[in-house]
């Protein structure tokens, strides 16, 4: 591997410390530490190449796929070490059968307070609202539509969980490492900071008064979107009013993901952000 030879390391042993971060990776996925998360597969592993709000602290590939990501890992400060097994090794150290043979080690080069990403939002702008999302899936689904539709600031509530499991990295396909985020407190709070910094506010609900398509955006709109099931705080929709995705009468609602992204396009839409 021309010009990384000096980096990579070769790991036989799986109890070995220096890959101690990547040992029983689902396990770990409950309880992230430090700040740590840990990136899974290629396209996310480029994704977290181009990131200038995340870092890579070290790599573990598969031996068959060095030359495969070459190019991803050129991208990559020349410090960082890349870690090399083989499958028997790489599958004991993961607790289960890694097929992708891609991953690393990331960490936030800063998290970046509530009030500050508000405040440094452009005058222009798009603002997704996500209130106590606890799937996984969801949450990662969340972030690829915002990155789909130039969503400018993601914001979660206190009771949403965590964009940087593995899972919701995976499924975002490496947008919750580009898409900025910032959590809050309540989702009253969050709409109210929203309100106060000259943000039109929509809450998305399936029994809402208004159709998506007949709703005015203005340059600063936040989409506000709630947990399955029980959606948005009652007080919350009364105070903002409903706004729904038409649909047909014998489906109960959308996944909150797919809910999204129909109205997240609507708004980037109204707003004229695509031509």
């Known amino acids: 591997m021309t010009g990384q030879s000096r980096r990579i390391v070769r790991i036989t042993d799986p109890d070995d410390e220096r890959v101690a971060e990547f040992r ?17 597969g290629t396209v996310v592993l480029r994704m977290l190449a181009q990131s200038d709000r995340f870092l890579a602290e070290k790599i573990l590939l598969l031996e068959g796929r060095v030359e495969g990501v070459a190019d991803v890992i050129e991208a ?11 499958r028997e090794t790489i599958d004991a150290i993961a607790g289960f059968p890694m097929h992708r043979g891609v991953l690393a080690v990331g960490k936030a080069r800063r998290n970046e307070p509530f009030g500050e990403a508000i405040a ?5 702008a798009l603002v997704l609202v996500c209130h106590a999302i606890s799937n996984h899936d969801n949450l990662g689904g969340l972030f690829r539509n915002a990155a789909a539709f130039g969503v400018d600031l993601v914001c979660l509530d206190a009771e949403c969980c965590d964009p940087l499991y593995r899972k919701s990295i995976r499924v975002s396909v490496g947008s ?18 929203l309100s106060d910094a000259g943000f039109g506010l929509i809450a998305l609900s399936p029994d809402g008064e208004r159709p998506i398509g007949e709703v005015d955006t203005g340059p600063r709109t936040a989409l506000l979107v709630g947990t399955e099931g029980q959606g948005l705080p009652y007080n919350l929709l009364e105070k903002l009013g409903r706004v729904r995705i038409p649909q047909a009468k014998d489906l109960d609602s959308l996944n909150v993901a797919t809910a999204a992204g129909i109205a997240l396009y609507c708004v980037a839409t109204g707003q004229k952000r695509f031509t």
């Open 176 to 193: 919750a490492l580009t898409v900025p985020f910032a959590r809050g407190g309540g989702v009253d709070d969050i709409a109210a900071q």
């Open 24 to 40: 029983h990776i689902r396990e770990r996925d409950l309880v992230r530490r430090d700040g740590r998360f840990i990136a899974e």
């Open 120 to 124: 440094g939002l452009p005058p222009h």
């Open 76 to 86: 990559f400060d020349p410090e960082i070490p890349v870690l090399v097994c083989n």
